[in-house]
């Protein structure tokens, strides 16, 4: 089972809307998904621009389990990453052909109490290969692209640092990672990416007339898609 944390956000209203659409064909989600509950504990620290956190553990193809199993695996998740008193929902979804489940949590409790996540897309995986062991999953090793995705500068790190954000080229990445899951068609990747609050501007060639590449942007600040590695590029998308 591999883990991802995706970027936060500062409401939960439009993240479930698009994981509860209609296009989300057999989609299970936890009881009724209070979007208003969820984001309530957000009131009592204004100052946290980004509270509501986001995962998605997915499984191997042919490994399915059942709203009760991705239940205790939620509850064990939530407990592992220390979000156990904090309000969430999970949506799990089946039209690809790796059932995967979407954990949505709000950072900020009803105490005021702020979960910093320091570390979390490690601890994340940590958390999932434990819970591989005790439900007795396929184990995977995850394996990323070599040269797939482009290194951070050393002056987005020390902005990182320094502003205690993720690096926008960064961001950009794991969103387009998470709308890829499933291998979307266009028109469905490009909702993904909208509902993720970011615009996609194509390159046009003026003498063929085609798409010669993609433009990202987000919060402002847009990469062409070779900026963020050869696997964000359009011929690569193509040939997908």
């Known amino acids: 089972m591999l883990a991802k ?6 409401s ?10 209609d296009s989300k064909a057999g989609h299970v989600k936890w009881g009724e998904v209070d979007v208003a509950l969820l984001n309530a504990p957000s009131r009592v620290r204004p100052d946290i621009r980004k509270p509501i956190w986001h995962a998605v553990l997915s499984l191997p193809e042919k490994e399915r389990l059942d709203a009760c199993q991705w239940k205790a695996i939620c509850r064990d998740f939530l407990s592992g990453m220390g979000l156990q008193h904090h309000e969430s ?7 690809t052909s790796h059932q995967h489940v979407h954990i949505v949590v709000n950072r900020v409790d009803f105490a005021g109490t702020v979960w910093s996540g320091e570390f979390d897309g490690k601890r994340a995986i940590a958390v999932a290969k434990e819970l591989e ?8 090793v995850f394996k990323p692209q070599s040269g797939a995705r482009a ?7 020390e902005m990182a640092i320094r502003t205690e954000t993720l690096p926008p080229r960064l961001t950009l990445q794991q969103l387009i990672d998470e709308a890829v899951v499933g291998r979307p ?7 993904r990416m ?13 003498t063929t007339g085609r798409i010669a590449g993609l433009a990202f942007a987000y919060n402002g600040i847009a990469f062409k898609g070779s900026q963020l590695g050869k696997a964000y590029s359009w011929e690569i998308s193509k040939r997908e």
């Open 133 to 140: 062991r005790k439900y007795g999953l396929k184990e995977e």
């Open 5 to 10: 944390v995706c970027a936060r956000g500062q």
């Open 89 to 95: 929902t999970f949506v799990v979804h089946n039209e």
């Open 12 to 21: 939960a209203g439009a993240l479930l809307r698009y994981l509860t659409a």
């Open 194 to 206: 909208s509902a993720a609050g970011v615009d996609i501007q194509p390159n046009i060639s003026l």
């Open 151 to 157: 290194n951070l500068s050393r002056n987005e790190i």
């Open 185 to 191: 068609r266009i028109d469905i990747f490009l909702s």
